[in-house]
């Protein structure tokens, strides 16, 4: 009898578990930084918090695993992945209205970026426009302010940059921006960034102060001028189809807690750019401080003229330049 009531216990905590596997739901998300970016952190705590209430999680794939972002953005449009965080430059190839934000000198400062991305009012066509493509953006992230870095020459204003070749995402914008502040722009994956400039393929590239260090990108370019000639937001995407398809308290869920996600990964990301530069001043590079912002804004005045052109891209423009003061 007591065999049988082990096996009996045995038996019946199987089934709880099955059951329970039955009732949870592994999402993937693809991102090409690494774990412990504040990004991946956000997610994985607003994943924890999904899984406690819902039964629903989310896996993150860092470092490029499920593909470069323009791959993921085309398998989550097919079906393929269920979310994916992208660079709002690429999401250009699907809505021209998203060039707005990816404008140089479009925001004050990252606080303007946060109450921006959180104003219904503000993003809320913008988020819906990918979906004739069976896209939705969930949410926008911070990734901080992107500046120029360099293998060997300090850059402290356009005439500095020429003759540079510098990488840039793939995006008609972001060619265009860094051809008016001087440079010769190289659009490329980010994993192939590190092995051209340490070949001398390129002179440098432009991105933020965490992924700067995070990506090692020091190493090979270690002077990092302050430009700051973008603030671009990353975005959480979906397939719509899917999203749509989620039982009603998930989907809940994420309309509850999303801004808080928003809300942690600026506050996370904020506080990992003091110390990234340091690590990375600490370990060889330098930053370059003295340069001329106004000579910078002043070359990509034409790119703004070029790229707000459509009464939508107008309308999102003004409405973002209202808020700059508040």
């Not at 499920?66 to 449009?77: D, H």
């Not at 972001?174 to 002179?203: F, H, R, S, W």
């Not at 991105?207 to 973008?230: A, C, D, F, R, W």
């Not at 009603?248 to 990234?276: G, P, Y």
């Amino acid at each position: 009898m007591k065999k049988l009531s082990v096996l009996a216990a045995a038996v019946a905590a199987v089934v709880v578990a099955s059951s329970a596997q039955a009732d949870e739901k592994v999402m993937a998300l693809a991102f090409n930084q690494p774990a412990g970016h504040p990004e991946y952190v956000a997610v994985q705590q607003f994943s924890d918090k999904l899984k406690a209430a819902t039964g629903y999680s989310i896996e993150i794939f860092p470092n490029e695993l499920r593909g470069s972002q323009k791959e993921t953005i085309e398998k989550v449009q097919a079906g393929e992945l269920e979310f994916s965080m992208v660079a709002g430059s690429l999401l250009e190839n699907w809505s021209p209205d998203f060039a707005v934000f990816n404008l140089p000198y479009v925001f004050k400062d990252y606080k303007h970026l946060q109450r921006v991305v959180k104003d219904k009012s503000i993003v809320g066509d913008l988020f819906k426009s990918l979906e004739p493509a069976g896209m939705t953006v969930l949410c926008a992230q911070y990734s901080g302010t992107r500046n120029v870095y360099t293998s060997k020459k300090e850059v402290r204003n356009p005439a500095d940059l020429k003759g540079l070749k510098i990488r840039v995402m793939q995006s008609d914008t972001m060619v265009k921006m860094i051809n008016y502040m001087g440079a010769t722009a190289n659009p490329m994956g980010q994993g192939e960034v590190y092995t051209a400039i340490q070949t001398g393929l390129l002179d440098g590239a432009e991105n933020n102060e965490v992924t700067y260090y995070s990506l090692k990108q020091h190493e090979v370019g270690p002077i990092y001028n302050m430009t700051q000639h973008l603030m671009m937001p990353d975005y959480i995407i979906t397939n719509t189809e899917f999203f749509n398809s989620l039982p009603d308290n998930v989907k809940q869920f994420f309309a509850d807690h999303l801004d808080e996600l928003v809300d942690n990964e600026f506050d996370l990301f904020q506080s990992n750019v003091s110390t990234c530069l340091e690590k990375a001043v600490k370990e060889g590079a330098r930053v370059v401080k003295d340069v001329d912002v106004d000579a910078f804004k002043a070359n990509c005045k034409p790119l703004i003229d070029e790229k707000v052109k459509s009464d939508s891209q107008k309308k999102l423009y003004e409405a973002v330049q209202k808020t700059r003061d508040l």
